[in-house]
């Protein structure tokens, strides 16, 4: 075979991969050329009807098309997979604004969330974290308490009893007994949980909620220490410095006992709908424990004094989320639970 | 309770303070005030007119004409109120053209029925003073031609207080206890009650007390020649003010003085009490028995219980103690003779009784709290004072007849100055304290200890002010507590444990709402009834309620599943597929009077739009395997033995379709939980449209209460294993966990590292097929197909021996 002839077939081995337009011509290319039965895989074949002495140039030149073809076919690749890069870069239809698809989740109750944050806040700060009774009975909800049969105070509490006169708390204080009597003082505790009141359900009013009690014990309290401990916990809670004020406010089991008012959030004390125009939102009850409380859960009222405090789970709940209606915490609503995730 | 501006100034001269502010003053310092109202606002261009004549219009039936002088001259006016027909002479309330009233109805000159009306003549509650709007207002003993504010004293401030801030201040439950307050917050100074009545010496009334515990103090006294009419305008503005309506003069002055003084009091007409032979009335004062009733006031007959007190003459009962009286011997128009009592009685019979009754007075209110035993004489005085000033032919013809226990003397306390300074932490000195004390009536003296001796005044001593605390709480409040600057406490030197129970409930929480996909749901604690009773399920071993809101809610729930179910249907109207839980106690009764067992429970149930009920099972099956693994307990599994076998007895759990979770509690295989697909009598009746339920409850207490056990680490394998995929026909009775166990045992090797279960089908004949993924690794070198091959026979051999399995592949 002359040099003109393998000249020829290069020539129309690189004309036709020049010729492919996308990959798979390219491939079919490949396999025309290159494969077993390829224009240019035969010509290895030709190397028999060369005379001995030229087979080495034959051979050295066979090998420089199957090199120069090779190199096409790369070559032809590397533009096509750069035409590919560059039409992806320059494409706009991709849409990326559809919307996004996500895995499916469930929510936890805007209860759970509010409580588990406060708790986070009570553990960094030292508190014992505590879960108590729910069926009560009356030593622990109201005598104990300082609260004895026929005290004007159990209006205040209207009770759910059950038949074996054992009652449903009618507020998270029962733990105060629980915690002096099982902790070691000095110690700092809260105790969230759900208390019951006998009374009818509408928007504002449910005989289930939550509340959330805290009590301090230790050698000396005053109402300095409970001033400034509802300060710095209530600004930990709405995660802002805050400005409180303490009123009185009765409540039998703390002696004194006092309203703890925040200044309201919304209008920084200037007065709107919100604080009614009073400046002051009323967030939560406490007061120093009362002797014959300490004295019912075993502690010695000269050795060891405290501060209690109770707020309103429910409330803060319904007060962050702005939820109208006290209904849809116990409701079980997806609707309602679905806005929470 | 209505707290009367004007009527404070009756004790204190407030002139020139803002009632708003002395209001906030309070707030800060007594007790929390639930409003502040402006009455009687913008009634400066109201006039007082007589009536000169009245003539119906012709062709209108309600109308009348009216002819009115207004001081200056006479004007005419259209009316439509009934009781202007008999009104002639009388003297009313002119809203005069160019007037707005309260509601906001501007006054114009108007044409009625072709007659010209200068203004409208007002009811009560147009002029927004009460609701009374059955007619025109009519005064008494007013001047026409005056503007209505200088007629009457209209215009007023009200507090309402909040009774909840009272409950242990029965001082407070009278204008004159609030007034001692606001003397001491605005300094000025209260002015004494006035001097004691005329008393009498005729020997007609007698009283005998059968109890003194439950009636501390029972006085009497009887008053002739009394002209029963309207009160004064000024009584009954004050009354009014403080939503009283007002009656008569003598109820009025009843009313007056418990709203003044805090002390009910009830007024008989004499006419109606029987007298003895010696023209004596006998007032007894003694329990009910249970045979007994009395028709009060309000005309309800009351079935009495021995636990009652009554007062009664010498034939019947005639009062209620404390609560109301009786409906025969009240006042009436043509009552002259009345017997007045002013008495104590103990707040417990008080309270027990009106619980018992449903019958809440304001009476009944005040007594609860435990009165002053020495009010009653000064409320007495004070009623035969002020009715002599308004009805001057009134005579006291008795003594007061007074029975009581001995009063109690005044209680000392001993103060230790130094320990207000501690529990307030601010210093106080002795003089602030003293005078402090001294201002709210206290008797203060000073000791050569250094302590203080306070004696606690009658009217704080009942309930109220008892021991250093208390006296305590006086100085902080009138301190300003802002005015106690805050101190941190000192830090407790000690890691608080952590509250190990709490996180892991955060840990079961964040893995099934984040990690299962369910929704947290928060139910009662009660079990809702018609839920239970629709799925059949037996109420009882749940507690049972003695009082319930609704006979809906009236056990404690025993399982969290009803509740959810009652979750899962509603929402089922919105939503096909989805997931709930709760975390919540239970209760478990133990035995009568003892708290029962409260485990917290988590609890789920998934509704799935499908029928493949074996795919829904295992999918809820997986989730609580999870939670087991999230809370650290992976030897929490399920048992394979079907509910049926075990006791899962609920009318909603389904017999053959469930199962129970397991651990080793100290040794003791334990129930811990259970999971289940409904019954299928429970499917007919709850409607979750094309979705199926399945359920799962477990004890989160038992389970946390077993330690986790440690996890330790496996080296990472160094040789590669060999799997080997085994298929078996089984009689579809047979379990796939059945299977299992019998490859695990035929291959009796340890060789065999797993065997996961990939295929269950059902090929009907009562056969299915399982199809097993096995696993093989050896830890010192590679495994040969013969190895595994042997392994392999050794297991199907086994398990065509002991459960007639057929090896369909492999």
Known sequence: ????????????????????????????????????????????????????????????????????????????????????????????????????????????????????????????????????????????????????????????????????????????????????????????????????????????????????????????????????????????????????????????FVEPGFECDVQCMICGGAGCRVCKHSGWVEFLGCGLVHPNVLRSAGLDPDEWQGWAFGLGLSRLVMMQYGIDDIRHIMGGDLRFLRQFA | MFISWNWLNRHVDLSGLDPHEVGQLFTLKVAELDGIHDIGEGLEAIRTVRIESVEPVEGAKKLSRVVVFDGEGERQIVCGAPNVRAAQGRVAVLAPPGATLPNGLEIRE??????????????????????????????????????????????????????????????????????????????????????????GHEERVTVSVQDLVRCPRYTALLIEDVDVKPSPEWLQALLRATGVRPISNVVDLTNFVMLDLGNPMHAFDTRYLATNGADQIEITVRAADSAESITTLDGVIRDLYDEDLLICDSEKPVALAGIMGGADSEIRSDTTSVLLEAATFQSRTVRRTSARLGLRTDSSARFEKTLDPY????????????????????????????????????????????????????????????????????????????????????????????????????????????????????????????????????????????????????????????????????????????????????????????????????????ESDFGLYEIGRVFQPIAPGVLPEQPRCAGGILVRRTDDHERLFRELRGVVEGLMDALGRPAVRLESTRGEDIGLREAWMHPSRSAQFIMDVAGTRTEVGFISLLHPRARDVIDTGKSSVAFFEVDLDLILSIASGPQKYEPLPKYPASTFDVSFEVSDTTSSADVQAAIVEGAGSELLRACELFGNYYLGDGKKSVSFHLTFRRDDGTLTDEQVHDIVNRSVAHLSASLGAVLRGG
């Open chain 1, 1 to 252: 075979m002359e040099q003109s002839q393998l000249e020829e077939v290069k020539s129309a081995a690189l004309a036709q991969v020049m010729a492919a337009e996308d990959e798979s011509a390219l491939r079919d290319a490949e396999v025309a050329l290159l494969g077993k039965k390829g224009t240019v895989s035969l010509l290895s074949r030709g190397i028999s009807q060369v005379p001995p002495k030229e087979r080495g140039a034959f051979g050295r030149a066979v090998n420089d098309v199957k090199k120069a073809v090779v190199e096409a076919l790369t070559h032809a690749r590397e533009g096509l997979r750069e035409a590919a890069i560059q039409s992806e870069l320059d494409d706009r239809s991709f849409d990326v604004t559809l919307p996004g698809i996500r895995p499916t989740g469930g929510t936890m109750h805007p209860l759970s969330q509010v409580q588990e944050r406060l708790e986070e806040t009570f553990i960094a700060m030292g508190y014992h974290v505590l879960d108590y009774l729910e069926v009560e009975d009356e030593f622990h909800n109201f005598e104990a308490l300082n609260i004895p049969a026929d005290h004007p105070a159990r209006d205040m509490h209207d009770t759910f009893w059950t038949k074996d006169r054992l009652l449903l708390r009618t507020h998270t204080s029962p733990g105060q007994i629980r915690a002096m009597r099982t902790l070691e003082p000095p110690f700092r505790a809260v105790f969230p949980g759900k208390v019951f009141r006998y009374e009818a359900i509408d928007a504002s009013h449910e005989h289930t909620f939550h509340q959330l009690e805290g009590l301090m014990i230790d050698r000396h309290v005053s109402v300095a220490h409970l001033n400034s401990s509802m300060q710095i916990m209530l600004s930990q809670i709405f995660g802002q410095e805050l400005t409180i004020r303490l009123r009185p406010g009765y409540f039998p």
């Open chain 2, 110 to 199: 108007a044409e009625i029925r072709g007659i010209a009306s200068a203004g409208m003549l007002a009811s009560q509650k147009e002029l927004g003073l009460s609701d009374e709007h059955a007619g025109i207002w009519l005064l008494n003993g007013i001047e026409p031609g005056m503007s209505l504010p200088d007629a009457i004293p209209v215009q007023d401030v009200v507090w309402e207080v909040d009774n909840k801030a009272i409950t242990h201040r029965p001082d407070l439950w009278g204008h004159y206890g609030i007034a001692r307050e606001v003397a001491v917050l605005t300094e000025r100074s209260l002015r004494p009650l006035e001097p004691r009545v005329t008393l």
């Open chain 2, 375 to 574: 009010l009653p004489e000064k409320a007495a005085h004070h009623f035969c004072v002020e009715l002599q000033k308004i009805c001057p032919k009134a005579t006291v013809v008795t003594p007061l007849v007074d029975i009581s226990s001995a009063l109690p003397a005044p209680k000392p306390i001993h103060l230790d100055p130094k320990l207000v300074s501690s529990r307030l932490g601010v210093d106080i000195s002795v003089g602030h304290i003293r005078e402090t004390l001294t201002k709210l009536g206290f008797v203060v003296q000073d000791r050569s200890d250094g302590y203080l001796l306070v004696q606690v005044p009658s009217w704080r001593a009942t309930k109220d002010v008892a021991i250093v605390e208390d006296l305590i709480e006086e100085i902080g409040r009138l301190v300003g507590y802002s005015n106690i600057p805050p101190q941190a406490p000192s830090v407790v030197v000690k890691a608080p444990e952590l509250p190990i129970a709490k996180l892991q409930e955060r840990q079961a929480r964040r893995y099934l709402s984040f990690g299962a996909g369910l929704h947290e749901v928060m139910s009662y604690g009660f079990t809702w009834r018609p839920m239970l009773d629709r799925l059949g399920a037996d109420p009882s071993g749940r507690i049972e309620m003695d009082n319930t809101i609704s006979a809906e809610l009236d056990r404690m729930r025993r399982f969290l599943i009803p509740n959810l179910l009652n979750f899962a249907e509603k929402n089922a109207r919105y």
